[in-house]
């Protein structure tokens, strides 16, 4: 199975969705809060990313909830 990073906020409904997606599918995954966590602010910022959800699947990114893209790499 592939390592899921999901950057997230906490006022992000998009972000909700993904969670309960990847939850609802039982696959697990590492939730970096910018709200809370300034490093992974700073992290996501430093790749070019301005905006949330964004979700890395292995080596591939996926900007958005976008389900088919994560259904293709999960």
Not at 30 to 55: C, H
């Amino acid at each position: 199975m592939k390592d899921v990073v999901v950057y997230t906020s906490d006022t992000c409904g998009y972000c909700h969705a993904v969670k309960d997606y990847l939850n609802n599918k039982n696959i697990p995954y590492t939730e970096k809060n910018i709200s809370k966590d300034m490093a992974a602010r700073r992290e996501l910022v430093s790749q070019g990313y301005m905006g949330v959800p964004v979700i890395i699947v292995g080596d591939q990114t996926v900007v958005g909830f976008d389900k088919e893209k994560l259904e293709q790499l999960l």
